[in-house]
């Protein structure tokens, strides 16, 4: 995989898609133990989180729904701390066990602004479970309860995270060149 160049930033290969793959079997395979007989619902995050979700979602064998919703958080390569309200959420959640999918947890701000929109919802019980997490980084004290794969604290792409748009059809996934 050679570098690429998104923009004004150039990125290089960090994860192959391979094993980013086989972390998402990992990850298949804790909900598909946890959530049987729950009918659990997947609710991805966009836009990032497609790739995860659709690769999740076809290894997981329980009877299960999938929804999408859309919070606008980030722009550049800093997280701004700043989020939306969560638009398109059209599902009942009373009762439900809800299963956030996320493609990165960086400080956890976005995710704890979800949860707490989530819980004005009361499901059954609300989980998390993320492609990649940077745990260096993360600031709060809720569990991340399912991690595809642990980064250290650089900013990427790929898999479904962009660049100011860029980059998010790129195989595995690839770390910004300092
Ligand atoms: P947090 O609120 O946890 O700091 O950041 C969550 C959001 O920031 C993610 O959903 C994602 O949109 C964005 N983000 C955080 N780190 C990265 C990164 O390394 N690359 C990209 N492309 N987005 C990131």
Do not use: W
Not at 41 to 58: C, I, M, P, S, T
């Amino acid at each position: 995989m050679p570098r690429v160049q998104l923009h004004d930033k150039t990125f290089e290969p960090f994860i192959p898609a391979d094993e980013l793959e086989r972390s998402i079997d990992a990850v298949a395979t804790e909900l598909n133990r946890t959530y049987a007989g729950k009918r659990p619902l997947f609710l991805g995050v966009l836009n990032g989180a497609y790739f995860f979700a659709a690769e999740l979602v076809k290894r997981i064998t329980v009877e299960c729904e999938i929804t999408f919703v859309k919070v606008a958080s980030y722009h550049g390569t800093q997280s701004s701390g700043q989020v939306a309200q969560l638009l398109g959420l059209n599902e009942r959640l009373n009762g439900r066990h809800v299963v956030v999918l996320e493609d990165i947890v960086d400080t956890g701000n976005t995710m704890e602004h979800i949860l707490a929109l989530l819980k004005d919802h009361h499901p059954a019980s609300i989980a998390v479970a993320t492609m990649l997490f940077k745990p260096d980084v993360f600031k709060k004290d809720f569990p991340i309860d399912h991690v595809a794969l642990r980064i250290p604290n650089a900013f990427v792409v790929g898999s479904g995270l962009d660049h100011d748009g860029l980059g998010r059809n790129l195989p595995g996934i690839y770390r910004i060149v300092p």
